[in-house]
């Protein structure tokens, strides 16, 4: 198998790259991937000569396809800082396996932002592979400190977090994502205990999200853009990006996503094509064999940053660079996205905070979720595809795409699919979460949700959910085994909730989160992470000598039970012919029976 390995990777690969420490190797590329178009953008003249003595590490390699790796990067960052007092690192997080997980914030206010103005905050490297915003992060604030671009600072505050998921771009290597083009040597996608953080924005299992979390309320941030690089279909765009809300879709943060929509994105767009990029939205194609068959939104889900954004009310982009680019072309691309959001942050900073204040303001009696693909196309797009031809390939034995690398000449047409809600859930007044879950409490806490915590017991009259027919998924995901419920039903009780409990109130900006994650039947609920495993364990039995008798006795005293039971055995052969389970039917109705036997512990306040 050793052997194996090392001959496909000389067949395909080549001689791998020299250590990170050498950035000037030459550059190598993964020759069954399928061509590159050809580019040479105006943003090339952001790119600083190998003599230069603030030159990045991206910039130093002859074709401009590495990255440095964390002590590096971190080094120069600490060079940076020590040069200029626009620059200063802050820590704030340690991963699991120790290293410091740390921002790089560009201001000219000193360690006390100024408040009234606005704050950009770019975030790479949730998935390490997909490392473009830290290489053209070094370069802006670069410029900023060194070169005379300073002035992008008299009127916005920039934070980079240049490598969020530390321990996952050190396991590095050149068979981390087949899929992508650069750079040659690239990080892991999860972590080092094996979760993908960018499904944590809700559930906050894991330090690196607890750590961003608290980092966006201490600053918060107007615009929180997330870099990625995105897999699946070839197209002529190498900069897409996207938010809840784009096109008049449903958004929770309504008023951010038009100001988004009609004031961002017609400035962005201009901005990269002015400097040769191909800008696009964020979409993905629904059949990777059939390009033609549509596009789709990828859906909303808060687990994501944009649908996490739309849900806290904090405007949120999230960038898919595409990844068959070159991975110079896609850096300066992201150069150009950071650089024109601080001067339209500069510009229009203040009409973006009215439209996010009056979203926070928002209150809605129901909330839609659990979104899922509409079958129903919601437009036709213009596209620009790449051409491509199939094939009957011996390895699969169907046929397989081949993209050629050439644009189409043809303006796709193409079947755009939206996202649709299937569930509503009604927005009570409170929840009352009980003492007993204090991993729950500090999940909420984290969020910086608003709560009352009991100094001393409370009987409430609260409305508990008993759940039907719950499921639990065939296999884990993200370190949990995820659990749903589609009926509950509705159970009115005065429940004692002790010392150290919290009453958790909607009436708060974040209030739409707190009905997501508390209301099971919510597909990015803590139960449907599986957080609420013990409810699931019904406690105590009873034996057939015991319960028959006794059920006899019950349907001698109760003709409607009796006929309740003959209507269940007619009905149902298989339960008729199931001893068990009809001594079980019986048992279900005495008071013996587990009373909490998957009542949802958390209480609504109506």
Same mark, same amino acid.
């Given at each position: 198998?050793?052997?194996?390995?090392?001959?496909?990777?000389?067949?395909? $690969?080549?001689?791998?790259?020299?250590?990170?420490?050498?950035?000037?190797?030459?550059?190598?590329?993964?020759?069954?991937?399928?061509?590159?178009? +050809?580019?040479?953008?105006?943003?090339?003249?952001?790119?600083?000569?190998?003599?230069?003595?603030?030159?990045?590490?991206?910039?130093?390699? +002859?074709?401009?396809?590495?990255?440095?790796?964390?002590?590096?990067?971190?080094?120069?960052?600490?060079?940076?800082? !020590?040069?200029?007092?626009?620059?200063?690192?802050?820590?704030?997080?340690?991963?699991?396996?120790?290293?410091?997980?740390?921002?790089?914030?560009?201001?000219?206010?000193?360690?006390?932002?100024?408040?009234?103005?606005?704050?950009?905050?770019?975030?790479?490297?949730?998935?390490?592979?997909?490392?473009?915003?830290?290489?053209?992060?070094?370069?802006?604030?670069?410029?900023?400190? #060194?070169?005379?671009?300073?002035?992008?600072?008299?009127?916005?505050?920039?934070?980079?977090?240049?490598?969020?998921?530390?321990?996952?771009?050190?396991?590095?290597?050149?068979?981390?994502?087949?899929?992508?083009?650069?750079?040659?040597?690239?990080?892991?996608?999860?972590?080092?205990?094996?979760?993908?953080?960018?499904?944590?924005?809700?559930? $906050?299992?894991?330090?690196?999200?607890?750590?961003?979390?608290? @980092?966006?309320?201490?600053?918060?941030?107007?615009?929180?853009?997330?870099?990625? /690089?995105?897999?699946?279909?070839?197209?002529?765009?190498?900069?897409?990006?996207?938010?809840?809300?784009?096109?008049?879709?449903?958004?929770?943060?309504?008023? !951010?996503? +038009?100001? @988004?929509?009609?004031?961002?994105?017609?400035?962005?767009?201009?901005?990269?094509?002015?400097?040769?990029? *191909?800008?696009?939205?964020?979409?993905?194609? *629904?059949?990777?064999?059939?390009?033609?068959?549509?596009?789709?939104?990828?859906?909303?889900?808060?687990?994501?940053?944009? &649908?996490?954004?739309?849900?806290?009310? /904090?405007?949120?982009?999230?960038?898919?660079?595409?990844?068959?680019?070159?991975?110079?072309?896609?850096?300066?691309? =992201?150069? /150009?996205?950071?650089?024109?959001?601080?001067?339209?942050?500069?510009?229009?900073?203040?009409?973006?905070?009215? +439209?996010?204040?009056?979203?926070? %303001?928002?209150?809605?009696?129901?909330?839609?979720?659990?979104?899922?693909?509409?079958?129903?196309?919601?437009?036709?797009?213009?596209?620009?595809?790449?051409?491509?031809? =199939?094939?009957?390939?011996?390895?699969?034995?169907?046929?397989?795409?081949?993209?050629?690398?050439?644009?189409?000449?043809?303006?796709?047409?193409?079947?755009?699919?939206?996202?649709?809600?299937?569930?509503? $859930?009604?927005?009570?007044?409170?929840?009352?979460?009980?003492?007993?879950?204090?991993?729950?409490?500090?999940? @909420?806490? $984290?969020?910086?949700?608003?709560?009352?915590?009991?100094?001393?017991?409370?009987?409430?009259?609260?409305?508990?959910?008993?759940? #039907?027919?719950?499921?639990?998924?065939?296999?884990?995901?993200?370190?949990? /085994?995820?659990?749903? #419920?589609? =009926?509950?039903?509705?159970?009115?009780?005065?429940?004692?909730?002790?010392?150290?409990? #919290?009453?958790?109130?909607?009436?708060?900006?974040?209030?739409?989160?707190?009905?997501?994650?508390?209301?099971?039947?919510?597909?990015?609920?803590?139960? %449907?992470? &599986?957080?609420?495993?013990?409810?699931?364990?019904?406690?105590?039995?009873?034996?057939?000598?015991?319960?028959?008798?006794?059920?006899?006795?019950?349907?001698?005293?109760?003709?409607?039970?009796?006929?309740?039971?003959?209507?269940?055995?007619?009905?149902?052969?298989?339960?008729?012919?199931?001893?068990?389970?009809?001594?079980?039917?019986?048992?279900?109705?005495?008071?013996?029976?587990?009373?909490?036997?998957?009542?949802?512990?958390?209480?609504?306040?109506?």
């Amino acid at each position: 198998m050793r052997a194996l390995c090392t001959a496909v990777a000389l067949l395909f $690969l080549g001689t791998p790259a020299m250590s990170q420490t050498v950035p000037n190797t030459p550059a190598w590329d993964q020759p069954f991937l399928p061509p590159a178009p +050809a580019w040479d953008g105006a943003s090339r003249s952001l790119l600083r000569d190998a003599s230069d003595p603030w030159v990045t590490a991206f910039e130093l390699d +002859a074709d401009h396809d590495f990255s440095p790796n964390y002590v590096d990067t971190r080094a120069w960052f600490d060079r940076l800082d !020590a040069a200029s007092n626009l620059i200063r690192i802050e820590q704030f997080g340690t991963s699991p396996e120790g290293r410091p997980i740390y921002a790089v914030i560009a201001s000219k206010d000193g360690t006390a932002l100024d408040p009234s103005k606005p704050v950009l905050m770019i975030q790479a490297g949730i998935h390490p592979g997909e490392i473009d915003g830290k290489d053209a992060g070094m370069m802006l604030l670069r410029d900023i400190a #060194v070169y005379g671009k300073d002035t992008l600072l008299d009127r916005v505050n920039l934070i980079l977090i240049p490598i969020l998921s530390v321990d996952g771009h050190e396991r590095a290597s050149a068979y981390s994502r087949p899929n992508q083009r650069g750079p040659r040597i690239q990080g892991w996608r999860n972590t080092a205990t094996n979760q993908n953080l960018n499904r944590d924005y809700l559930k $906050l299992d894991q330090p690196e999200m607890r750590a961003v979390r608290g @980092l966006i309320l201490k600053y918060r941030p107007d615009l929180y853009v997330d870099v990625h /690089v995105t897999d699946g279909m070839d197209y002529q765009y190498d900069v897409t990006y996207g938010f809840n809300g784009e096109d008049g879709a449903f958004s929770r943060s309504p008023a !951010a996503s +038009a100001w @988004l929509d009609t004031t961002f994105k017609p400035a962005m767009n201009a901005a990269l094509s002015g400097q040769g990029h *191909i800008p696009g939205e964020l979409v993905f194609g *629904i059949d990777d064999q059939d390009p033609r068959k549509g596009l789709s939104d990828g859906g909303l889900g808060e687990r994501f940053s944009n &649908g996490w954004g739309a849900a806290a009310h /904090v405007p949120t982009i999230l960038i898919e660079n595409h990844s068959l680019k070159p991975y110079e072309q896609r850096v300066l691309g =992201t150069y /150009v996205f950071i650089e024109r959001s601080l001067t339209l942050l500069a510009e229009q900073g203040t009409e973006l905070r009215a +439209a996010t204040e009056a979203d926070r %303001a928002l209150r809605p009696a129901e909330i839609p979720t659990n979104f899922e693909p509409d079958p129903t196309p919601a437009s036709t797009r213009d596209f620009l595809g790449i051409r491509y031809e =199939t094939y009957d390939s011996p390895a699969s034995g169907r046929r397989e795409i081949r993209w050629l690398g050439h644009a189409d000449p043809e303006t796709w047409k193409l079947p755009f699919y939206g996202s649709r809600p299937t569930l509503s $859930l009604k927005r009570p007044t409170a929840y009352w979460v009980p003492a007993t879950r204090p991993d729950i409490i500090e999940r @909420l806490r $984290l969020h910086g949700i608003t709560m009352e915590t009991l100094d001393a017991p409370r009987t409430p009259s609260v409305s508990m959910l008993r759940l #039907v027919d719950p499921t639990l998924a065939p296999r884990p995901n993200e370190g949990h /085994v995820q659990a749903s #419920v589609k =009926t509950v039903e509705v159970e009115r009780r005065d429940w004692t909730y002790p010392l150290g409990s #919290v009453r958790v109130p909607t009436d708060q900006p974040l209030g739409d989160i707190v009905v997501l994650l508390l209301e099971p039947q919510s597909s990015e609920s803590f139960f %449907a992470w &599986g957080l609420f495993p013990e409810i699931l364990n019904r406690v105590e039995y009873i034996e057939g000598y015991a319960i028959a008798p006794l059920a006899e006795a019950m349907m001698a005293a109760d003709p409607a039970l009796k006929a309740e039971f003959e209507a269940k055995l007619a009905a149902d052969p298989a339960f008729a012919a199931d001893g068990d389970a009809r001594l079980g039917w019986f048992y279900e109705r005495t008071p013996f029976y587990d009373d909490r036997y998957r009542l949802y512990p958390v209480g609504r306040e109506d």
